[in-house]
Structure formats: C-alpha cells, structure tokens
C-alpha cells in the first residue's frame, strides 16, 4: 500500500504557501508558488503521490479547488471560523498557517465546509451578481428622492419611479432648473438600465435547465417566488446535506446562538454565522407569506399575540424552511397534508 501524503495550502490572492507532511507528520516539502495555473501544473508535477489536500475558505478557494480536485485523492475545504489553532496563534504567518492546516487534515481534525458543484457556484456567481445590482438600482432610487429633497421639490413619492409621472415631473415643475434635470434624468437611465439587466439575469436562471424544474417545484409554496426559490437552489445547494429542518434553519441565520457553562445558559440574538443571502430572503418572504398563506397567516397571528412582532415573522420564515425542505428533499409538489398543523409534504 502506498502511504498518503497530506499537503497544508495557505492561499492568497498572489502567492500560495503549501507544505508537504507523510502520515508521521514529518516535512517532505514546504514553500510558496504563485497563485497561476502554469505554476500550480509545475508544481503538482514535483508531489509524490498520491496526495491529499485542504485549504481555508477565501474569495479565492474556489477556482484553485476546481483545478486542484482531479489530480488529488482528496480535497477538503476548512471552515474560517472554526480553525481556532490558526486564529488563536501566538505566531502567524503564511508559513505556519499552512503548516497547521495540513497537521488538521494529517489528524482528522479538519473542520471541513461544504463546497458546492462547479455548475451550481457558476450559477450561484450570477444570482449575487442580481443581488448588487438590486442594491444599487435602490440606491439610484434614493438619490432620485434626494436631489428633489434638496431642491425642494414636491413629489407624489408613491409614484415617483413611474416613468409617465417622472417625465411629466421633469417638464412641468418650475422649480428643477436645467442642471439638476440633467442629473436626474442621468439617474433615471441608470435605473432603467439596472432593471433590464436584472430582470435579464433573473430570467435566464429561470430558465437554465439545471434550475428549471427544481424552481417550479419550490414555487408551488404559497408565498415562494422565483427569487425565493433560485436564491434556496443555488445557496443550499444539495439539500440532502442536512439532516434536520433545524440545522437548516441554523444554516439560514433564523436562530440565535447558544453559550452554556454548568448550569447557565445564555441565548444570543440571530446568529451572525448564517448564509446572509439566504437570512434575508427568507425573511423578506415571511413579511409577505401571510397575504397569501392561510397556515402561515395562522401562525404569525398566534405568535403576534405574544407581543413580538419580528419573533412571528421568524416563525413564518422557520415554516418557511420546513416547506422548502420538504418540496425539495421529496421532490414533488407542495400539498397541506394537515391543514390544523400546516405541515408541508
């Protein structure tokens, strides 16, 4: 049997630090390379083999991940926040730091991430990429509503972004002069053009044959749009990964933390290691699930008497998660099976 080579990576966005352990921990080899695909070709040809391999979660693991995976036995993904040896050092350098990932891995004690297929990362890329222009589209909105602020210019604010009403705001209002008529029709461009494009992008994830047919599926919940279900697709991406609704709920941010000594325990607010795009989705459906959910209208009621608002809206959304998983791990349809308890099959 040949024995296995373990290989610590410390990846940056120029330089990678690597080191080479056999199964005793000894050092066969450590160094740094630049971080190309011509130089990560040379270098794999000079590793004994076989090898296996694990490198820290950063902006730039994944493509590194993509073109080291069919050359090794294994590779593995460290989670950020849990590699406390690291962080917790004395000492830290990149030298070290891919020392004591490939000691991680050579032990077992490698506190693995999930890293989701190529296929779904590309689309997930596209999907954030809407998210920022979303982003920006309102903040072109608000400097729309700033500019007549500061002029002070009166203005129906329901009806501000239509474009007849803009047009006719623009032409008829004394109090815009020239220059700042150029701005915001400069602004309103910006606007328009952000919503093609998103909508572009929105439509061709609709779409995709990948996506297709599991967005239809998720969309048969009541309250769940094509944003909800392409944003719980590509962000969860297998689902069979989790083997509860409460770790996905944990996953989705909808929980708090919990620290416990001896007999005291302490409950934190919303936990702040979450899929933040996942949080906040979730949470703008459940702000709009009761309108057309007679279950969930039932649930955020029952959890508004107790005097929270927000807490019924958490609820809504832990429901939520229930329903999608249960659509998606089942892979048919949503059906009310118990309408007195609202659970999803």
């Known amino acids: ?13 120029k330089t990678i630090s690597y080191c080479v352990k056999d199964g005793s921990g000894k050092i066969q080899v450590e160094g740094a390379i630049s971080a190309t695909r011509l130089d990560l070709d040379h270098w794999m040809k000079t590793l004994p083999q076989p090898w296996t391999a694990a490198m820290e979660a950063t902006v730039f693991t994944g493509w590194i991940y993509d073109y080291l995976r069919p050359h090794a036995a294994a590779l593995k993904v460290a989670h950020p926040l849990m590699l406390r040896a690291i962080a917790a050092a004395k000492k830290k350098n990149d030298r070290i730091d891919a020392s004591k990932i490939c000691d991680c891995l050579r032990c077992d004690f490698l506190p693995e991430c999930y890293m989701a297929p ?15 222009l979303v982003r920006q589209m309102v903040q072109m909105k608000n400097k729309i509503a700033v500019l007549l602020m500061e002029a002070g210019v009166s203005y ?7 474009a007849g009403y803009f047009r006719e705001l623009l032409a008829t209002n004394p109090d815009i002069d020239p220059g700042l008529c150029e701005l915001l029709r400069l602004c309103r461009q910006m606007v328009v053009n952000l919503q093609r494009t998103e909508s572009a992008l929105v439509r061709s994830l609709e779409r995709d044959r990948l996506l297709a047919e599991r967005v239809d599926r998720l969309m048969t919940i009541p309250s769940v749009g094509p944003i909800t279900a392409l944003t719980w697709a590509l962000e969860v991406g297998e689902v069979q990964r989790f083997s509860s609704i409460k770790k996905a709920i944990s996953y989705c941010g909808l929980c708090g933390a919990e620290k416990s000594s001896a007999s005291t325990v302490q409950r934190t607010p919303l936990s702040k290691q979450r899929n933040k795009h996942l949080q906040t989705t979730l949470i703008e459906a459940a702000k709009m699930a009761p309108r057309y959910s007679p279950e969930l209208a039932l649930l955020y009621d029952r959890e508004r008497q107790k005097g929270n608002a927000n807490r019924a809206t958490l609820a809504v959304a832990r429901k939520l998660v229930a329903y999608l998983m249960a659509v998606d791990r089942g892979q048919r349809t949503f059906q009310v099976v118990d309408s007195s308890h609202g659970t999803a099959a």
């Open 1 to 13: 049997m040949q024995s296995m080579y373990y290989i610590g990576l410390d990846v940056h966005k």
């Open 118 to 132: 190529t296929a779904l990362r590309e689309r997930r890329r596209t999907l954030r990429y809407r998210n920022l």
């Open 156 to 162: 129906n604010k329901q009806r501000l972004h239509k």
